[in-house]
């Protein structure tokens, strides 16, 4: 049996390992589909204290696993396929393969939002992409135009990023501005490869009928003059959804899919921890979402510390508690 199980390794869930590993919790890692979060697909983090001149997305993931599993964690490459919190210890079913464990902590992070496009769908990795790092370098793209779709941080990422290989980008938001930090706008609108089209949505990718991607149709908000833009590629960069749709009807969340804490970051399962920017919605950047976990893994190691306790034997409790009069058994926070 666990003590604890983290599900997801992105920067919540392995700062989360970290912190349990150093309190010899031994904790149970779970990648899920991604390893290492949708950060591995950033080519430059800049908000990440530490790194003045910015960490490739990918290499800052890789660093955090190896520091974790230096003091103990486990890293296992499976899927969350089931949930039961029912009772305690609780079970995981992993790719088929049943886990106890006393204490969960949900860092499962979130997935791509789509545009609900017919066409998107048909389209996709044939010309229509959710990542720019990983696939803007492909032939098809290179020298090309592109459409980026978004107004916020990813997509200005996205568009800036894509002008080291494709002739234009097309940066399409459904606003007469950007949602993006000042910083990112201003890097973004000051590119010259990239134009904005402001106040637009795009309606239908082009071409079904030929398999692959030549162009979107645009509509104006504001006019609802339709248009159609030549393009080799399309790359959706507007938003996220939380993966918390395991633990709905058990784990209390908004209509989005947010979970809600009810003490700290204690879900109102007792026992069932959350962290990460799908618990912490005005917040969804990397720094944050370690501050946030790092309260979920102090409430989660106390909840383990107490499971552990209730199955002493008296003898082992009174020791415990003169080791800790004696500053021996210190947290590690502390």
């Not at 809600?260 to 618990?279: D, K, L, S």
Request: proline letters at 4%; glycine letters at 8%; charged letters at 25%.
């Amino acid at each position: 049996m666990e003590k604890v199980a983290i599900i997801g390794t992105g920067c919540a869930g392995l700062t989360a390992a970290l912190y349990a590993a150093r309190a010899k919790l031994s904790p149970l890692v779970l990648t899920g589909t991604m390893p290492g979060g949708l950060l591995t697909t950033t080519s430059i983090v800049e908000n990440f204290p530490g790194f003045p001149e910015g960490m490739d997305g990918y290499e800052l993931m890789t660093r955090m696993q190896k520091q974790a599993e230096r003091f103990g964690a486990r890293v296992k490459f499976g899927t969350v396929e089931a949930v039961d919190l029912s009772k305690r210890p609780f079970t995981l079913t992993v790719d088929g393969e049943k886990v106890e464990t006393q204490t969960i902590i949900i860092a499962s992070g979130a997935s791509h939002r789509h545009l609900d496009l017919e066409s998107e769908k048909l389209l996709e990795t044939k010309g229509v992409t959710y990542c720019a790092t990983c696939d803007g370098a492909l032939p098809i793209f290179r020298d090309q135009p592109l459409v980026v779709v978004g107004g916020g941080d990813s997509a200005c990422e996205e568009a800036t990023y894509l002008t080291r290989f494709s002739s234009t980008i097309y940066l399409v938001h459904r606003r007469d501005t950007l949602r993006a930090s000042k910083i990112m706008a201003d890097r973004t609108l000051s590119n010259p490869k990239i134009k904005p089209i402001w106040d637009s949505v795009v309606t239908e990718i082009l071409d079904v009928k030929q398999d692959k991607v030549i162009g979107v149709r645009l509509k104006n908000v504001r006019t609802n003059k339709e248009s159609v833009m030549d393009c080799a590629g399309v790359f959706v960069a507007i938003g996220h959804l939380p993966n918390t749709q395991l633990f709905k009807g058990v784990i209390d969340m908004d209509d989005a899919g947010y979970i809600i804490p009810a003490r700290g970051m204690e879900t109102n399962v007792p026992g069932v921890f959350v962290a990460g920017e799908y618990a912490y919605m005005d917040f969804r950047f990397v720094f944050p979402r370690v501050g946030c976990l790092i309260v979920g893994y102090e409430k989660a190691a106390r909840s383990g510390e107490a499971s552990q306790q209730r199955d002493e034997h008296p003898h082992q409790t009174e020791h415990r508690r003169e080791r800790e009069i004696a500053g021996q058994n210190r947290h590690p926070f502390f």
